[in-house]
């Protein structure tokens, strides 16, 4: 079985955005799709996927997580 650093992507409420992309990483994103319906069974559309990705992304880049604690903590002082 294939490991994939994304697992299976829950249910959820989603927001919508629109995103473009640039055709080699639309296609590096329609290719992961391909994988992760050989490893998990089901499909899952791209937009699903790349907003996976993005909050996978966000969540594991610490420097972020510090500098929005701080812009947070920021502006509720200002108010």
Not at 58 to 69: E, I, N, P, Q, Y
């Amino acid at each position: 079985m294939m490991t994939l650093r994304l697992g299976q992507i829950p249910d959820r409420t989603q927001a919508k955005l629109t995103l473009a992309l640039d055709p080699d990483t639309y296609a590096a994103l329609s290719d992961y799709a391909a994988v992760c319906l050989q490893t998990y069974g089901h499909e899952e559309r791209a937009e699903t996927l790349a907003a996976a990705m993005i909050e996978t992304f966000l969540a594991s880049d610490a420097g972020f997580k510090r500098a929005r604690r701080a812009l947070h903590t920021t502006a509720s002082k200002g108010d």
